[in-house]
Every structure is written in structure tokens, then in C-alpha cells.
């Protein structure tokens, strides 16, 4: 392994795409009822709600939602189950809900491909740091932990 890999955590957003996210920035990966989120009336759509987090109000957002693939909620019961991505930002903490979590990869961010603007929809650009394409020539997205911690969507509620 080289010195200038680091860890990130890949899972799916949507059907067939792929993402990552530093480990940097992860405090814990879990495993939440939907049953034990409360909702939160006049919330954007990506907010699912809160949840007791070790004593503690998190809020969980809809990570596909907020990047522009169909909501998580759809074809999914009260009674399902979620992975939550627990990331830590400047002593703020966001739970990311997601479909399905792969594995813990080492990338080389040196590797990373800068993205344009014009390459990528308006709703995933600004929480994208860039994309590495994998040996299988797939694309893989690197996502900003911090900025989508730092979005005006729930910066008032986090």
C-alpha cells in the first residue's frame, strides 16, 4: 500500500452508482429503524427526521434524496431498516442514510479527477470533490463530507 492512500467508506447512490466519502470525517457507521426516526414537520424533503444518537438528537438526512435520485423512502415499510453514515464536522454531527454500504477502500486522492460543472447535475456538484475511476473503468464519486454538513438546506436545524 501506498503512503499517499487513504481510507473511505464506498456504498451505492441509486441503482448503479457508486460513492465515497473520507473516513476523516466518519464517527461511526450504523445500522437505524426507520420506526425510530421522529419525523420532523416543515422539514426540506432530504430530512428524514431525528434520532437518539448516544443521548443525543441527530438528524438523518436522505442522502440520495439530497443529491438528486429518487427518495430512499420510496418501496420501503415503517418496519426497513437503513445504513447511517455518522459524520463529524467542526463538532457538528449528520447522519447520512443510504441503501446499501460496500466496503472501506484505499484510494490515492492524488488519483482524483476534478469535476466541471457542466458534467455533473446542479444538485450533486457542490458536494462533490471529485471522482476516481476504478480498474472496471467505472466512476466512482467523491463526496464533500464538509459541505454537505455546511448546507444552507439544514444549516439553521444541525
Known sequence: MLKTQEKFLSFNLGTKDKAVISLQHTTEVLQVSLADICNVPQMPNSVFGIYNWRGEMLWLVDLEDMLGYPSLLEGVNILSKMMAIIVEIEGKYLGFLIRHLM???????????????????????????????NAAEEMIFSLDAAAIVKSPTWANYT
Open 103 to 133: 466496503d472501506i477502500e484505499w484510494l490515492d486522492p492524488h488519483q482524483m479527477k476534478f469535476p466541471s460543472a457542466d458534467f455533473f447535475s446542479p444538485k450533486i456538484s457542490p458536494f462533490l470533490q471529485g471522482y476516481f475511476i
